[in-house]
T-cell receptor
Framework: DGGITQSPKYLFRKEGQNVTLSCEQNLNHDAMYWYRQDPGQGLRLIYYSQIVNDFQKGDIAEGYSVSREKKESFPLTVTSAQKNPTAFYLC????????????FGQGTRLTVV | DQQVKQNSPSLSVQEGRISILNCDYTNSMFDYFLWYKKYPAEGPTFLIS?????DKNEDGRFTVFLNKSAKHLSLHIVPSQPGDSAVYFCAASNRFYGQNFVFGPGTRLSVLP
């Protein structure tokens, strides 16, 4: 089945550690996105990528990094520089940026302990 | 500056009745609007979209209305079912420029049996 897979579903990290969240899609979509959701808030854009080997900062990119070496994969690294990393992280993809609907993965809940 | 607003954080409706969820936007360049439904600890699911050249789009129990002059759209769910209980996000973009989706903060719908 086509879709977006995020792993792991739950992740615990100690303060000061970097952690990488996985996102893979087999929809042959060009655009991929990372969002963060905090309780009672909407989705805030962290990074996005329109094409392989290219990505752009979103509204809240500080403390995060990404790579897009393959069309199918868009991993997000939460670095120790991110001050409030505990959140629900969502990966999405769309055929083209902002032109067609985006499809979301199931999310990763990151908790810093 | 919140470009997409959902002023009702929550809404309760009786099963079988109509649910109306509202969304307002400030950016007149938006020309593509979407509604997503989200259950707790899951990724959002695309429901329905509308282009600015239309004022109505229907898909089964879901209808989206767009009032461009008022910069307002609404999602109607008829009849409402308990399984519709979720958080609903409104999102907007500019398709011509391939602008990223901007999401509202969401409205939590509770459908009471």
């Amino acid at each position: 089945d086509g879709g977006i897979t995020q792993s792991p579903k739950y992740l615990f990290r100690k303060e000061g550690q970097n952690v990488t969240l996985s996102c893979e899609q087999n929809l042959n979509h060009d655009a991929m996105y990372w969002y963060r959701q905090d309780p009672g808030q909407g989705l805030r854009l962290i990074y996005y990528s329109q094409i392989v080997n290219d990505f752009q900062k979103g509204d809240i990119a500080e403390g995060y990094s990404v790579s897009r070496e393959k069309k199918e994969s868009f991993p997000l690294t939460v670095t120790s520089a991110q001050k409030n990393p505990t959140a629900f992280y969502l990966c999405a993809s769309s055929m083209r940026q902002g032109v067609t609907e985006a499809f979301f993965g199931q999310g990763t809940r990151l908790t810093v302990v | 500056d919140q470009q997409v607003k959902q002023n009702s954080p929550s809404l309760s409706v009786q099963e079988g009745r109509i649910s109306i969820l509202n969304c307002d936007y400030t950016n007149s360049m938006f020309d593509y609007f979407l509604w997503y439904k989200k259950y707790p600890a899951e990724g959002p699911t695309f429901l329905i979209s509308i282009s600015s050249i239309k004022d109505k789009n229907e898909d089964g129990r879901f209808t989206v209305f767009l009032n461009k002059s008022a910069k307002h759209l609404s999602l109607h769910i008829v009849p409402s079912q308990p399984g519709d209980s979720a958080v609903y996000f409104c999102a907007a973009s500019n398709r011509f420029y391939g602008q990223n989706f901007v999401f509202g903060p969401g409205t939590r719908l509770s459908v009471l049996p």
